[in-house]
T-cell receptor, first 115, second 112 residues
Framework: EPEVTQTPSHQVTQMGQEVILRCVPI?????FYWYRQILGQKVEFLVS????????KSEIFDDQFSVERPDGSNFTLKIRSTKLEDSAMYFC?????????????FGEGSWLTVV | QKEVEQNSGPLSVPEGAIASLNCTYS??????FFWYRQYSGKSPELIMS????GDKEDGRFTAQLNKASQYVSLLIRDSQPSDSATYLC????????????FGDGTTLTVKP
């Protein structure tokens, strides 16, 4: 069964450093998303991406965050200058059509620890 | 008021019993409703989606939606220890399938 893959599975970084989280969505999917989940808290939407541009973003997704689809297969989330409060599990997700009713497939997540 | 509110939990049921998980949402324009299962340290896994009022059954799982009451529930029949997990209710406005608003989750423990 096709799946969304994410790397790294776990990254530890120092505060102020840049981090790039990578995702390979399911190959025929066109809509891509990043979510985060701080330990013990709920899953939160960050951003959706379609046709090489951001289609929607949440208040969490400020100027420190950016997304990119650099080569037609990878979908990346960059955090420019990490803060302690960025420590969380980051989930990439994708779906085929983007319309309501389409299943979202989540990757296994990248656990980011900022020290 | 939280946008998506779930039973605070934790919920504990004996093996073979019915587990009932509830969720209310605040936005009347919501169109899509999802139940995810999340094991500790893992990603959410879609169990059920429901879009119309009424019941939707899939194996041991039944989702119930009442838009007038802004209420969605998940029933798990013949609960198994492997059903022990956190269950997440997610609600979507419908214009962007991926922009779901999640509840805090209800942790279910099924005791053998």
């Amino acid at each position: 069964e096709p799946e969304v893959t994410q790397t790294p599975s776990h990254q530890v970084t120092q505060m102020g450093q840049e981090v790039i989280l990578r995702c390979v969505p399911i190959s025929n999917h066109l809509y891509f998303y990043w979510y985060r989940q701080i330990l013990g808290q709920k899953v939160e939407f960050l951003v959706s991406f379609y046709n090489n541009e951001i289609s929607e973003k949440s208040e969490i997704f400020d100027d420190q965050f950016s997304v990119e689809r650099p080569d037609g297969s990878n979908f990346t989330l960059k955090i420019r200058s990490t803060k302690l409060e960025d420590s969380a599990m980051y989930f990439c997700a994708s779906n085929r059509q983007g319309k309501s009713g389409n299943t979202i497939y989540f990757g296994e997540g990248s656990w980011l620890t900022v020290v | 008021q939280k946008e998506v509110e779930q039973n605070s939990g934790p919920l504990s049921v004996p093996e073979g019993a019915i587990a009932s998980l509830n969720c209310t949402y605040s936005d009347r324009g919501s169109q899509s409703f999802f139940w995810y299962r999340q094991y500790s340290g893992k990603s959410p896994e879609l169990i059920m989606s429901i879009y119309s009022n009424g019941d939707k059954e899939d194996g041991r799982f039944t989702a119930q939606l009442n838009k007038a009451s802004q209420y969605v529930s998940l029933l798990i029949r013949d609960s198994q220890p492997s059903d022990s997990a956190t269950y997440l209710c997610a609600v979507n406005m419908g214009t962007n399938a991926g922009k779901s608003t999640f509840g805090d989750g209800t942790t279910l423990t099924v005791k053998p």
